[in-house]
Nanobody, 117 residues
Framework: QVQLVESGGGLVHAGDSLQLSCAAS????????MGWYRQAPGKEREFVAG????????EYADSVKGRITISRDTAKDTVFLLMNSLTPRDTTIYLC??????????WGQGTQVTVSS
């Protein structure tokens, strides 16, 4: 089992930057890749960015390319999401995701990001 705990969300102003963190614990050696999703009320969960734990391969949703950077600290089993030039449309819950080599998928509880105009 893998446990994920997100942090770093909060209330910011439009144009600000914010960095989210996701700390993994448990059987972290089983994790193949991790990522961030976001989900607004009444909408489907949307992929934001992903990163492999071994190969430094990253992937971004077209809607956030150039504004968001995903990175990892393998020693701390932590993944970060740096978001720049935030707009009110970025307001939602951000969820951390981990996928094991086995295919098992794990989710964190999410962290709320609110961007005021």
């Amino acid at each position: 089992q893998v446990q994920l705990v997100e942090s770093g969300g909060g209330l910011v102003h439009a144009g600000d930057s914010l960095q989210l963190s996701c700390a993994a614990s448990g059987r972290t050696v089983s994790i193949d890749h991790m990522g961030w999703y976001r989900q607004a009320p009444g909408k489907e969960r949307e992929f934001v960015a992903g990163i492999t734990m071994s190969g430094d391969t990253t992937e971004y949703a077209d809607s956030v390319k150039g504004r968001i950077t995903i990175s990892r600290d393998t020693a701390k089993d932590t993944v970060f999401l740096l978001m720049n030039s935030l707009t009110p449309r970025d307001t939602t819950i951000y969820l951390c995701n981990a996928v094991a080599y086995s295919g098992n998928t794990y989710w964190g509880q999410g962290t709320q990001v609110t961007v005021s105009s």
